[in-house]
């Protein structure tokens, strides 16, 4: 069995477990400060290390809790990641996290079911601020302003609506990170989390690429990109390139799952594209699956259904995964042990286990 069916397994087996796990909701009695970051990681890079230290330095005294996308290794892009999420968080850790937990998983969701997954984990952290990093622009100002007063922005197609107010605030399309940052925010606003003055915005630094961070790894040569990364995350993927997962699939599950289940039972499977799918069966290469998927409403659709043929999670159990979530909240890695201690008298449930 090869390390990514190995993974690939293993969390299917935990996706389970969360289905089958009953939660237990409790009220956190730590006064210590929570700051919760969500990012891949993938990996950490100087943008990631600045933005940590700018929220550590304003609220110094505080849990620094780094949310790492979990189950599947799959990006919101459906990509496999380079590094399995145990790595991510002792990346993280080493440079500044106290502790690392495992967030929903993206490659086989939508984003909205990400996002309300991601949110709901904010509210069991029972977290007090989140630092996101955002690209400067004379329109977002304003929209940065509403959201830490406190206003329920609203992404809407090629316009930013203030619901609180009812006033358009932009009729044009955000760059990405900040469009994630307003599309946050319209999430947690839906499930009643109050986040005014909670966002700590930190401005991107310049001088980091992931596209040429990724094109290193592929060619196993750290040395161009070296600066754009902590010496801490060059060491660990120096030190284990045979766990490099990126670019990697299970290609005998795919062709397994796509030849013989049925794929309008699958999550991001609608009845048109399971029956086109279906009737070029059987496949014998992936490449013809590929084929076989019809071009998306994004870039990366046909990563995505990929991901899912390769984690086949049916659309039922999403639902139930997300009506549940977190029923538990899995630590990957923590700083210490009265870090860990400080944490779980903090956060919102009684289910915390440890990796």
């Known amino acids: ?119 709901k ?38 316009k930013i609506v203030d619901k609180t107010t009812g006033e358009i605030l932009l009729k044009d399309k955000l760059k990405e990170d900040n469009y994630v940052i307003t599309s946050f925010s319209n999430s947690l606003s839906k499930i009643g989390f109050d986040y005014k003055d909670k966002f700590i915005f930190v401005e991107r630094i310049e001088g980091v690429s992931g596209t040429r961070i990724r094109e290193a790894v592929m060619s196993g040569n750290f040395d161009d990109v070296a600066d754009m990364m902590p010496s801490k995350t060059v060491e660990v993927l120096s030190s284990n390139k045979d766990k490099i997962i990126f670019g990697k699939r299970d290609e005998a599950a795919i062709l397994e799952n796509v030849n013989n289940l049925d794929l309008s039972k699958l999550n991001l499977f609608n009845e048109k594209l399971a ?52 029923s538990q909240i899995r630590v990957l890695k923590y700083k210490d042990s009265d870090v860990l201690s400080l944490f779980k008298e903090k956060v919102n449930t009684e289910n915390v286990s440890v990796c």
Request: hydrophobic share 40%; charged share 25%; net charge negative.
């Open 1 to 119: 069995m090869s390390c990514v069916s190995e993974i690939l397994e293993r969390d299917m087996n935990l996706f389970n477990e969360y289905l089958n796990t009953d939660v237990k909701k409790t009220e956190g009695s730590g006064n210590i400060d929570l700051v919760a970051d969500f990012t891949e990681y993938n990996p950490l890079h100087n943008g990631h290390y600045h933005c940590m230290k700018v929220a550590r330095a304003k609220v110094p005294d505080s849990l620094f809790v780094a949310v790492v996308p979990g189950l599947f290794e799959r990006s919101g892009r459906g990509i496999p990641y380079i590094l399995p999420r145990e790595l991510r968080a002792e990346i993280a850790v080493s440079l500044g996290a106290d502790v690392v937990v495992e967030g929903p998983p993206m490659g086989v969701m939508g984003s909205g079911q990400y996002s309300l997954c991601l949110c």
């Open 121 to 158: 984990m904010f509210q069991a952290l029972n977290t007090d601020f989140i630092p996101r990093g955002y690209n400067p622009d004379e329109n977002f100002t304003e929209i940065l302003n509403r959201i830490n007063m406190g206003h329920h922005i609203a992404p809407k197609p090629y």
């Open 275 to 326: 029956i086109e799918i279906e009737s070029l069966r059987p496949f014998d290469d992936l490449s013809d699956v590929l084929n076989a998927i019809p071009q998306g409403f994004s870039t990366h659709f046909k990563e995505r259904i990929i991901s899912v043929l390769e984690n086949p999670v049916k659309k039922e159990d999403v639902s139930l995964f997300i009506d549940k979530y977190p």
